[in-house]
Nanobody, 126 residues
């Protein structure tokens, strides 16, 4: 089992930046892709970004390309999401996820992820 715990959410004004963190614990290894998803009220959970097991390849939703950066520190077992130029539509609960063991890609489908955190709220206001 892998446990994931997000932190770093909060309330900010449009245009501001935030950095989300996701700490992994339990039966962790580097053989997982990691990703961020988000869910706004009344909407389905959507893919935000993914990173492969060693951090050499990333994948982003079109809505966040050029504004968000995903990274990971395997030594610290921590995943990050740097969010710049935040928009009102970025408001959501953000979840980190770890893929099934041995996934060396950058999956964008929720079904490719086996472990999920509890989420952290990001609220962007004007």
């Amino acid at each position: 089992q892998v446990q994931l715990a997000e932190s770093g959410g909060g309330s900010v004004q449009a245009g501001a930046s935030l950095r989300l963190s996701c700490a992994a614990s339990g039966r962790t290894s580097n053989s997982y892709a990691m990703g961020w998803f988000r869910q706004a009220p009344g909407k389905e959970r959507e893919f935000v970004a993914a990173i492969n097991w060693f951090g050499g390849s990333t994948n982003y939703a079109d809505s966040v390309k050029g504004r968000f950066t995903i990274s990971r520190d395997n030594a610290k077992k921590t995943l990050y999401l740097h969010m710049n130029s935040l928009k009102l539509e970025d408001s959501a609960v953000y979840y980190c996820a770890a893929s099934f063991y041995g996934n060396y890609g950058t999956p964008s489908k929720a079904d490719d992820y086996a472990y999920w955190g509890q989420g952290t709220q990001v609220t962007v206001s004007s």
